[in-house]
């Protein structure tokens, strides 16, 4: 039990479909992300929120909104997703003072296996 | 830019040493880091090195920083089955910037 929970572990979707990926903490963490993991490719940083406000976005695409409606919950809405963006993607929180996790180490959870038809 | 390089495959005899070797581009990280990811699951903290270090172990776990060189290692000694997954490191500027993980194998 990582104390990062995410749901749904997998989702396969059309690209006209709209989907939404759900992460929740139960550590006490004030910042979460959101990463995206392709085979033989870096773990790419998508989206942090620091004290539920957005201080990273990565170049991400706009049909990739994220939603931080408190410090406990991340949200990742998808719609008219590509194939090439079917992937695992993984939330992560930390403890962090400003701006900068406070030891540097993220909790993960286990991802979501999104797959684009 | 920030980039951490490693690559993608390592294959082992069980009993033996693993060597994970990684390259990072920021000379300014305070700390750099191995995280590992078992089949099916997120990614944890294995262990971490201050900048101002050249070693840490760890117990079967050795970790070794060349600073001039951007070089980071990760030795496992008398890797078992259990050692299996895929090590990322990741160095720690303003944010943590991952490399693509090197996937261990290790075979009886």
């Known amino acids: 039990e990582t104390g990062v929970t995410q749901t749904p572990r997998h989702l396969v979707m059309g690209m006209t479909n709209k989907k939404s990926l759900k992460c929740e903490q139960h550590?006490?963490?004030?910042?979460m992300y959101w990463y995206k993991q392709s085979a033989k490719k870096p773990l790419e940083l998508m989206f942090v929120y620091n004290f539920k406000e957005q201080t990273e976005n990565n170049s991400v695409p706009s049909r990739f909104s994220p939603e931080c409606p408190n410090s406990s919950h991340l949200f990742l809405h998808l719609h008219t997703l590509q194939p090439e963006d079917s992937a695992l993607y993984l939330c992560?929180?930390?403890?962090?003072?400003?701006?900068?996790?406070?030891?540097?180490?993220?909790?993960f959870g286990e991802g979501s296996r999104l797959t684009v038809l | 830019g920030e980039d951490v390089e490693q690559s993608l495959f390592l294959s082992v005899r069980e009993g033996d040493s693993s060597v994970i070797n990684c390259t990072y581009t920021?000379?300014?990280?305070?700390?750099l880091y191995w995280y590992k990811q078992e089949p099916g699951a997120g990614l944890q903290l294995l262990t971490y090195i201050f900048s101002n270090m050249d070693m840490k172990q760890d117990q079967r776990l050795t970790v070794l920083l060349n600073k001039k060189d951007k070089h980071l290692s990760l030795r496992i000694a008398d890797t078992q089955t259990g050692d299996s997954a895929i090590y990322f490191c990741a160095e720690n500027t303003d944010k943590l910037i991952f490399g693509t993980g090197t996937r261990l194998q290790v075979f009886p």
């Open positions: 550590l006490g963490h004030n910042a």
């Open positions: 992560a929180s930390s403890l962090v003072s400003s701006g900068t996790p406070v030891t540097g180490e993220l909790f």
């Open positions: 920021d000379s300014s990280s305070t700390y």
